[in-house]
Nanobody, 124 residues
Framework: QVQLVESGGGLVQAGGSLRLSCAAS????????MGWFRQAPGKEREFVAA????????GYADSVKGRFTISRDNAKNTAYLQMNSLKPEDTAVYYC?????????????????WGPGTQVTVSS
């Protein structure tokens, strides 16, 4: 089992940047693919980005491609989401999640573990 805690959210102006972190407990972090999802008020939780166990493969939603970068440091049991050129429509609660799979997983229902989320607000 793994426990996840996100940090790094906050209020930023449009065009700005934020870096989210997802700290994982346990010694098996490198066994999990990691993903970031977000949920805006009144909307379903949607896929943002994912990375495989080794960090060698990544995937992104079209809406964030070229602006967001997912990465991980298995020695630190931490995954990251670097968000640049932020837009007001990026405002949401951002969740990190872990999946027992070797691949890059974009499907929300496949993920086994979730963090509590961190709020990101982008002002215009």
């Amino acid at each position: 089992q793994v426990q996840l805690v996100e940090s790094g959210g906050g209020l930023v102006q449009a065009g700005g940047s934020l870096r989210l972190s997802c700290a994982a407990s346990g010694r098996t972090f490198s066994s999990y693919g990691m993903g970031w999802f977000r949920q805006a008020p009144g909307k379903e939780r949607e896929f943002v980005a994912a990375i495989n166990r080794s960090g060698g493969s990544t995937g992104y939603a079209d809406s964030v491609k070229g602006r967001f970068t997912i990465s991980r440091d298995n020695a630190k049991n931490t995954a990251y989401l670097q968000m640049n050129s932020l837009k007001p429509e990026d405002t949401a609660v951002y969740y990190c999640a872990a999946v027992l799979s070797p691949g890059v997983i974009a499907t929300r229902s496949f993920y086994n573990y979730w963090g509590p989320g961190t709020q990101v607000t982008v002002s215009s």
